[in-house]
C-alpha cells in the first residue's frame, strides 16, 4: 500500500542553525511531493512542491530534495527562526490522485 | 484572493443537533475538499469535489453530508454525529488536477457533546 512517512516525530534546533526533516516514501511511481508547515490552531500552509522529474527545488530559505532511488524526500529549513516552530508535513501524491500525508515532524527551535 | 475561508471557527454541538460547516474560495480552483485532522495526527480525506461534482468519498459515515452550491462553495451538513467525531475539520481547494497543491482553509474546530 502506499504509505508516506517521517523518521522523527521531533526535531529539536538552536535559532539560526540549518533544520533537516525527512520523509520516506513507498511508492516509486508518485510523481509529486509538497511540504506543508501547520502551526498550532491553524490550518496547513504551503511550503514548497517537487515533480519526480527534479531532484532539488530552492525556495525562500527553504531546500526540498527528492531522492527517488531510495524513496526519500528531505526539507532543507536555513536559518532556522523561532517563526519555523510548528509540524511539517509531507505528501504524496498517490496513484489515484489523492495527497497522502507522513505522519508529521514537529520542529521546536531552542532561542 | 489567495484564502479559503471557512466558518465557523469553533463549534459545539450535541449528538442529536443539525449544524453545517461552510467553505469559500475565490481563486478559481475548480476542486475542493474536506479533511478531518485529530490531535497530532495528518489530515485524513473525506471528500473530493471536482468541478462542483463528487469525485470521491473516502467511505465516510452517512452522518457527514457534503454540498458544492456553486464552484466557490463547499458544505459539510452534520447530523447525529458521535463524540469521537470531535476533530479539526479542514477544507482546502486546488486547481482542477485533483492532489496538487492544495491550498487549505484555518479549519473548524468542531466538539460533540
Known amino acids: 500500500g502506499e504509505s508516506v512517512g517521517l523518521h522523527l516525530p521531533t526535531l529539536s534546533v538552536q535559532e539560526g542553525d540549518n533544520s533537516i526533516i525527512n520523509c520516506a516514501y513507498s511508492?516509486?511511481?508518485?510523481?509529486?511531493f509538497i511540504w506543508y508547515k501547520q502551526e498550532s490552531g491553524k490550518g496547513p500552509q504551503f511550503i514548497i512542491d517537487?515533480?519526480?522529474?527534479?531532484d532539488k527545488r530552492q525556495g525562500q530559505r527553504v531546500t526540498v530534495l527528492l531522492n527517488k532511488t531510495v524513496k526519500h524526500l528531505s526539507l532543507q529549513i536555513a536559518a532556522t527562526q523561532p517563526g519555523d516552530s510548528a509540524v511539517y508535513f509531507c505528501?504524496?501524491?498517490?496513484?489515484?490522485?489523492?495527497?497522502?500525508f507522513g505522519q508529521g515532524t514537529t520542529l521546536q527551535v531552542k532561542p | 484572493d489567495t484564502e479559503v475561508t471557512q466558518t465557523p471557527k469553533h463549534l459545539v454541538m450535541g449528538m442529536t443537533n443539525k449544524k453545517s460547516l461552510k467553505c469559500e474560495q475565490h481563486?478559481?480552483?475548480?476542486?475542493m475538499y474536506w479533511y478531518k485532522q485529530k490531535a497530532k495526527k495528518p489530515p485524513e480525506l473525506m471528500f473530493v469535489?471536482?468541478?462542483?461534482?463528487?469525485?470521491i468519498n473516502e467511505s465516510v459515515p452517512s452522518r457527514f453530508s457534503p454540498e458544492c452550491p456553486n464552484s466557490s462553495l463547499l458544505n459539510l451538513h452534520l447530523h447525529a454525529l458521535q463524540p469521537e467525531d470531535s476533530a479539526l475539520y479542514l477544507c482546502?481547494?486546488?486547481?482542477?488536477?485533483?492532489?496538487?497543491?492544495?491550498?487549505f482553509g484555518p479549519g473548524t474546530r468542531l466538539t460533540v457533546l
Open positions: 482546502a481547494s486546488s486547481r482542477p488536477v485533483v492532489g496538487l497543491k492544495q491550498f
Open positions: 511508492n516509486s511511481a508518485s510523481d509529486y
Open positions: 517537487i515533480r519526480s522529474n527534479m
Open positions: 505528501a504524496e501524491k498517490g496513484n489515484t490522485g489523492k495527497l497522502i
Open positions: 481563486m478559481g480552483h475548480r476542486a
Open positions: 469535489y471536482s468541478y462542483e461534482k463528487l469525485s
